[in-house]
Structures are given as C-alpha cells and as structure tokens.
C-alpha cells in the first residue's frame, strides 16, 4: 500500500479516519477565515452593499461595480483559504460532507443582518428624501428575489436533508429579511407612485443571476473537495 505523506499529524485512521480541518488546529484558522470570507462573498451581501451604494450614489452603475466586485473577491479568497485548510488532509481522508449547523446557523444571522441593516437604513433614506423611481424600482426587484430564493432554499434543504434543523439556518434568513422588506414596503408606498414593472423586473434579474453564479460556484467548490484528489490542495465547501 503507498504511503500517504502528511502535512500535519492527523487523527488515528483507526479511531477517526474521515478529517475536517476544524479538527486540525494547522487548519482551523485558514477554514474559518474562509468561511467569514464566504459570508462577505454571498449574494445578501451582494445585496446589502449594493443597497448602500443606491444611497450614496442614486444610479444603477456604481452599486453593480462595487457589490460585484465584493463578491468576486471575497470569493476568490475564501477559495484560496479553502485550498489551505484542505490542503493538510489527504484527500481520501477528507471529511466534506459534514454538516456543520452551528456555523451554517451563524453564517445565517450575519448574513440576515447585514442585509437587513441595509435595507433599513435604504428605507430610511428613501422615507427622507427624493429618490429616483427607477432605483425604488431596482431596489425593490432586486429585495424581492432575495426573498424568493431564500423561501426557495428553505424548502429545497427541508426536503434534500429531511432535517429540521438544517433548514433552520436558511429559516432564520427568510424570517429576518422578510420582515425588514416588509416594513419597507409599508412605509414607502405610495411615495413614488406606480412602479416601473421591468425596472423591478431588471433588478430581481441581477439578482437572480448573482445568485445563479454564487450556486454554481458553490456547486463546483463541493465537487472538487469531494473528489479529493491530487496534491491535496482542492478545495473545500463553505461551512
């Protein structure tokens, strides 16, 4: 049989053959700074920076450039510090699949309160001044789809995982979120009169491909950790 040379010291394969790196302190670090990285680099706050840009800047321009550029970056990052972390673990001895409910539950509530931060204070903004219609417009296509998808996502992991518990992270999102639009909607209606549907129809469009992108990688992300592999420097899931 080859041997397998080791990075690190890892667990005995008798007692604990499949290894996360949060169970390896050479690991635990550049695995959380990832998943931290994930969490800046999800499409909430993809929405949430856009949001803030809409109240700087008044145009559709600027929030696009400076949300995505957040996104493309931080999600380069998180993957290079996933390849870090993994990289200590041969791949057959990986542990990829472990669910991880506690950070999943935490990355939620950041997740949920940067967004709804956001949109409260793009609420405010709007109940105070002059705002475009066409960037209510935006706006409001771009919360509504976050909504939808987070609704969508609660379902798809209650079915897929049968489990309670593991949709309760995506639960807690779609509660918080919901809510804060909800107030906003009550509050700005009938400011800015009827609304532009394709305006509303473009910004859940953005959305929706932001957040087509971030899955797709995701989805890419788990195969290559999943697979093992070469080197031993694939890449890891999100937590």
């Known amino acids: 049989m080859k041997q397998i040379n080791e990075l690190v010291q890892l667990p005995d394969a008798n007692q604990q053959y499949l290894v996360h790196p949060l169970d390896l302190s050479a690991a635990r670090r550049p695995f959380l700074v990832s998943w931290l990285l994930g969490i800046i680099g999800s499409p909430q706050v993809f929405a949430a920076v856009a949001a803030l840009m809409w109240v700087l800047s008044n145009n559709f321009v600027v929030p696009f450039i400076a949300a995505g550029a957040t996104l493309l970056f931080a999600n380069l990052a998180s993957a290079w510090f996933r390849r870090e972390a993994w990289s ?50 935006f706006a409001t ?36 979120v919901a809510a804060v639009s909800w107030w906003g909607f009550l509050i700005i209606a009938g400011r800015t009169g009827p609304l532009d549907i394709s305006t509303v129809i473009m910004g859940a469009a953005v959305l929706l491909v932001v957040w087509g992108a971030w899955l797709a990688w995701t989805f890419w992300q788990r195969r290559r950790t999943a697979g093992g592999g070469t080197g031993g420097s694939k890449a890891a899931p999100a937590a």
């Not at 990986?94 to 999943?104: F, I, K, Q, T």
């Open 88 to 137: 200590n673990i041969p791949g057959k001895r990986r542990d990829a699949d472990r669910r991880l409910l506690g950070l999943n539950l935490l990355a939620a509530v950041v997740q949920a309160l940067a967004l709804a931060a956001a949109v409260m204070i793009l609420i405010l903004w709007f109940a105070n001044r002059d705002v475009s219609p066409e960037v209510v417009a």
């Open 141 to 176: 296509g771009t919360v509504t789809a976050v909504t939808a998808l987070m609704a969508v996502d609660v379902v798809v992991t209650a079915i897929r995982t049968r489990s309670g518990a593991a949709a309760l992270a995506p639960a807690v999102n779609l509660l918080a």
